[in-house]
Nanobody, 120 residues
């Protein structure tokens, strides 16, 4: 079963940028999609972005145009470039293997996540 380790979070001012990384414990397979999620205090985990092995992407409206998901050529790392950050982006960010269409269908255990805090 694939496992993930997220990193790259931190404290940033509103309008700033961060780049998150998610390293998979094994090379990803053709057909697998990977996504970024976040969970703010007192809220449910929400799906933000997804990328397929052939590079197709999709985003939730709240981050569209600000966040970009990508993966490296070896397909062991998934990235999330976050620009124009807002205080409401404050959350713990996670990645996982997932169904491309249904974000709630995930295939790996949840990692520790990486904390992103955006100050106003």
């Amino acid at each position: 079963q694939v496992q993930f380790v997220e990193s790259g979070g931190g404290l940033v001012q509103a309008g700033g940028s961060l780049r998150l990384s998610c390293v998979a414990s094994r090379r990803t397979f053709t057909g697998e999609a990977y996504g970024w999620y976040r969970q703010a205090p007192g809220k449910q985990r929400e799906s933000l972005a997804v990328i397929t092995s052939d590079g197709r992407t999709n985003y939730v409206d709240s981050v569209k145009g600000r966040f970009t998901i990508s993966r490296d050529n070896d397909k062991t790392t998934v990235f999330l470039q976050m620009n124009s950050l807002k205080p409401e982006d404050t959350a713990v960010y996670y990645c996982n293997a997932r169904n491309f269409v249904v974000g709630s269908i995930t295939y790996g255990p949840w990692g520790q996540g990486t904390q992103v805090t955006v100050s106003s």
